[in-house]
């Protein structure tokens, strides 16, 4: 089955800095990726659609100059979390589309102090 | 407005005791309705597409099924590793494939 992979799993930085996570699809390209939020026994919160070589579009509410998004290739996404925040602790989780389904990473702990 | 509702959103069942997850979807046109499993602490994990009224897919004790207003995963015989929450999506026509989530039922499999 499509593998995507999720780097780093776990995260904990200070109040102030930058984190960047990657997302890979391992064995298959993918035009289509996508980034949620998810708070504690919640469903999933899309936050962008990113699509290889152009802007990602943005849910509203999802501040763009915080949530930094590059896909810049058909196998690698990217998400910085700018100038973190402690509301920014969460569970991160991209997806990526092989064309209608999604293949899920297996998430990335953020945890701001 | 595209909808998707999950029923129950608990259900707990004793092993081997077969039962039923309800998915409840309203859209404006539906290229597919996809079922998901995930566990705590991880990202979901893929089970089944369905893109047509009538389609069942199967895999192991799972089987989900689709009409044209919902979608049922039957469960047979659990075992407690069946525990998880299991959510649904829907895929719009329209849509960058961006899908449309259910809240999800969270299924806990009793020994």
């Known amino acids: 089955g499509a593998v995507v992979s999720q780097h780093p799993s776990r995260v904990i930085c200070k109040s102030g800095t930058s984190v960047k996570i990657e997302c890979r699809s391992l064995d298959f390209q993918a035009t289509t990726m996508f980034w949620y939020r998810q708070f504690p026994k919640k469903s999933l919160m899309l936050m962008a659609t990113?699509?290889?070589?152009?802007?990602?579009?943005?849910e509203q509410g999802v501040e763009k100059d915080k949530f930094l998004i590059n896909h810049a290739s058909l196998t690698l996404s990217t998400l910085t979390v700018t100038s973190a925040h402690p509301e920014d602790s969460s569970f991160y989780i991209c997806?990526?589309?092989?064309?209608?389904?999604?293949?899920f990473g297996p998430g990335t702990r953020l945890t701001v102090t | 407005e595209d909808q998707v509702t999950q029923s129950p959103e608990a259900l707990r069942l004793q092993e081997g005791e077969s039962s039923s997850l309800n998915c409840s979807y309203t859209?404006?046109?539906?290229?597919?309705l996809f079922w998901y499993r995930q566990d705590p602490g991880k990202g979901p994990e893929f089970l089944f597409t369905l893109y047509s009224a009538g389609e069942e897919k199967e895999k192991e004790r799972l089987k989900a099924t689709l009409t044209k207003k919902e979608s049922f995963l039957h469960i047979t015989a659990p075992k407690p590793e069946d525990s998880a929450t299991y959510l649904c999506?829907?895929?719009?026509?329209?849509?960058?494939?961006?899908?449309?989530w259910g809240a999800g039922t969270k299924l806990i499999i009793k020994p």
């Open positions: 859209v404006s046109g539906l290229r597919g």
């Open positions: 997806s990526a589309s092989a064309p209608y389904e999604q293949y």
């Open positions: 999506a829907v895929l719009n026509l329209d849509s960058n494939y961006q899908l449309i």
């Open positions: 990113s699509n290889e070589g152009s802007k990602a579009t943005y």
